[in-house]
C-alpha cells in the first residue's frame, strides 16, 4: 500500500493539476479525449437536464437551466479541490509509511491483547461502511438537487419547506465528503488521515460559511427559517422542516454520484481481499465506465434528436 498509495496520491496531484491549467489557463485548445472537467461537465449536465424535463416548459425550467453554469463551476472547483486533498494525503506515504489503520489495529494488539488481523478487518469494514453512507447520502441530495429543493421560495404555514436530506441537515453533500475523507483516510498512512480529515472539514465549513453569508444576503428571513430549523452539518435523527412534496430523481443522482459508488466497491474489494491491485483495478474500473455510460448517453441523446428535412 506504501508505494501503490504515495503513487497515487502523485498521479492525483497531477491530473487534477493538468485540468485545472487546462480549463482555466491554456490558452489554446485542449486536443486530447480524456480530460476530467469534460467528463464531469458532460455527464453532470446529462442529469441536470433530466431533472430539469421533469418541470413544465417555461419560466421555472429556464431558471433551472440557466442555474447550472454557475452552479457546475462551483461544484468541479470542489472536486478538484477534493482531489487534491486526498492526492497530497495518499503522497504522504513518502513521509510515513505506516497505514493509519495497522497502526490503530497493532496499538490495540500491544495494549488489550486483541488481535491485530481482526481489528484490521473489523476497522476496513468500517471504512467500506462509511463510503457506502456517503454515497447513498450524496446520490440522495443530488437526487433533489434542483432549484426549489434546499428551501422554498415562500414561507407556508411559519415553516421552511425542503425535500430528502435536507430536512435533517443543511449541507447533507459537504457531511458526505466529511464521511469519505474519514473512509479513504483509513487506507492512508498516519499523517495522510489526519491531512484528508482535517483539510476536508476546513474546506467544507470554509464553503459552508461562504454560503451562508450569501443567502443570507439574498434570502433573509426564508434563510433565517430554515437555518434555525435544521442543523448545519450533523444530520438530525427526525426532519426538521415540513416536507414539500417534491420528487426525487433517483437515477439523475446516481448518474451524478457514480464515481462516489466506484469508491466504495473498491474499498469493500480491498477490505475483503486486502489487496491493493483489486482496490485500485476497481477504482481505475468504475471512472472507466462513468466515462463509457457518458458517451452512451450522449450517442442516445443524438440519436433522439430529429433530423431537419
Not at 3 to 18: D, K, N, S
Not at 44 to 49: D, F, I, R, T, V
Request: charged share 15%; glycine share 6%; aromatic share 14%.
Amino acid at each position: 500500500m506504501t508505494i501503490f498509495g504515495a503513487v497515487v496520491g502523485l498521479a492525483l496531484i497531477l491530473l487534477f493539476l493538468i485540468d485545472a491549467f487546462e480549463a482555466i489557463l491554456q490558452p489554446r485548445r485542449v486536443t486530447h479525449r480524456f480530460r476530467f472537467a469534460r467528463l464531469f461537465y458532460r455527464s453532470s449536465w446529462e442529469a441536470w437536464k433530466l431533472i430539469a424535463l421533469q418541470i413544465p416548459a417555461g419560466k421555472k425550467r429556464s431558471s433551472l437551466l440557466g442555474v447550472f453554469g454557475p452552479l457546475s463551476l462551483i461544484c468541479l472547483f470542489s472536486m478538484w479541490v477534493c482531489g487534491l486533498i486526498f492526492g497530497f494525503a495518499f503522497s504522504a506515504y513518502l513521509l510515513d509509511s505506516q497505514n493509519s489503520t495497522a497502526a490503530l489495529a497493532n496499538w490495540l494488539e500491544a495494549a488489550r491483547g486483541i488481535d491485530a488481523n481482526l481489528i484490521g478487518r473489523i476497522l476496513f469494514a468500517f471504512a467500506t461502511c462509511l463510503l457506502f453512507g456517503a454515497a447513498l447520502l450524496r446520490t440522495w441530495a443530488s437526487s433533489y438537487l434542483h432549484s426549489n429543493v434546499v428551501y422554498a421560495a415562500e414561507v407556508k404555514t411559519e415553516s421552511l419547506v425542503a425535500d430528502g436530506p435536507y430536512r435533517h441537515t443543511r449541507n447533507p453533500l459537504y457531511f458526505a465528503n466529511i464521511l469519505m475523507a474519514i473512509g479513504m483516510g483509513m487506507l492512508m498512512s498516519r499523517i495522510g488521515f489526519f491531512v484528508a480529515v482535517l483539510a476536508m472539514l476546513l474546506f467544507c465549513y470554509r464553503l459552508i460559511l461562504r454560503e451562508e453569508s450569501a443567502l443570507e444576503a439574498t434570502q433573509s428571513a426564508q434563510y433565517d427559517l430554515y437555518r434555525n430549523a435544521v442543523p448545519r452539518l450533523w444530520p438530525a435523527f427526525t426532519a426538521r422542516t415540513a416536507a414539500a412534496g417534491g420528487q426525487a430523481s433517483w437515477s439523475a443522482g446516481f448518474r451524478a454520484e457514480f464515481w462516489c459508488w466506484g469508491f466504495a466497491v473498491a474499498v469493500a474489494a480491498f477490505a475483503i481481499t486486502l489487496n491493493t491491485t483489486a482496490f485500485f483495478t476497481i477504482l481505475g474500473g468504475s471512472i472507466v465506465l462513468l466515462w463509457l455510460s457518458t458517451r452512451l448517453i450522449q450517442r442516445k441523446a443524438r440519436d433522439a434528436r430529429p433530423v431537419d428535412p
